[in-house]
């Protein structure tokens, strides 16, 4: 059989095309920030009730039918109400400013959060003090932040020392940082069970394995043994990295490699100045 190429891709298909893969797109995006979190229960829920509607339309059960379309009538509200925070979060990260000043305030909050690390890692790994702290990317990670104590603090070299010190409340289990602060302390991760971690490491790098596991967060670990540095991401364990080799990951990771390479274009400036006369700055 022969296919008529020519009918086929038209403009109205074309925009069929383009309309189905912007759903999915969106689709995708949506459970990869919802996983981790409770909201993801809440998807799954969604998914059931959905499914429900489809076979109770199939198979004529009108009253089901019924009762299942005046949850999902009801559902739109409440889940307007139970998710506002994170709805305005992400409506302010819409409308925060130009790209430039936006990549760029966003490179010097990670150039900060990188350079506290660096100085409680350093710290800490002369020193032989075990520390786990995971940094959380595009996967929520709220269900474990809910195991820690509450901390909401900028992030400094000091604070994150001070809460590694041994026989102090907090020094026990992760550091979870969370937008450039210090969510919490003390929070629990889950352990790997995989049999490629080598037996002499102990919980805490089972610990950073795991969550590694589940989600797309950075985790550094110290060893209180040996002082070595290392870091997971994506199931992969890095040992014996370096005070350089750390600090080119982070940056690697952490910062954006397209932010404009100096201020004085002034294209930046132009964009600087509208981005401040928005928010009601004066120089």
Do not use: C
Request: hydrophobic share 45%; net charge negative.
């Amino acid at each position: 059989m022969n296919l008529d190429w020519g009918n086929l891709l038209t403009l109205g298909h074309l925009v069929n095309l383009l309309d189905i893969l912007v759903v999915w797109f969106v689709i995708y995006e949506l459970i990869v920030m919802l996983r981790g979190t409770k909201a993801i229960q809440l998807f799954r829920g969604v998914i059931l009730i959905l499914i429900v509607r489809f076979i109770s339309a199939y198979l004529g059960l009108n009253t089901v039918s019924w009762l299942v379309d005046q949850v999902i009538n009801w559902s739109v509200i409440a889940i307007i109400i139970v998710f506002q925070p994170e709805i305005r979060r992400g409506l302010e990260h819409l409308g925060r400013g130009s790209l430039f000043v936006r990549v760029r305030h966003e490179n010097e909050a990670a150039n900060k959060v990188i350079d506290g690390l660096d100085k409680a890692i350093q710290y800490m790994s002369k020193r032989r003090i075990g520390a786990l702290m995971t940094i959380q990317r595009d996967t929520g990670l709220e269900d474990y932040i809910e195991t820690g104590i509450d901390l909401d603090a900028e992030l400094t070299g000091e604070l994150l020392i001070n809460i590694f010190i041994p026989n102090t409340p907090l020094h026990d289990g992760a550091v979870i940082i969370r937008d450039n602060r210090v969510a919490v302390a003390a929070a629990y991760l889950p352990l790997s069970e995989s049999n490629l971690i080598p037996k002499e490491l102990g919980t805490r790098h089972r610990a950073a394995v795991g969550i590694s596991e589940v989600t797309d967060a950075l985790t550094i670990v110290i060893s209180e043994e040996t002082g070595e540095v290392s870091i997971t991401k994506n199931n992969e364990l890095l040992r014996g990295l370096t005070q350089t080799d750390y600090l080119k990951f982070l940056r690697n990771e952490l910062m954006n490699q397209e932010a404009p390479a100096t201020t004085n274009n002034i294209f930046v400036k132009a964009m600087d100045w509208v981005d401040q006369r928005f928010r009601g700055g004066r120089r």
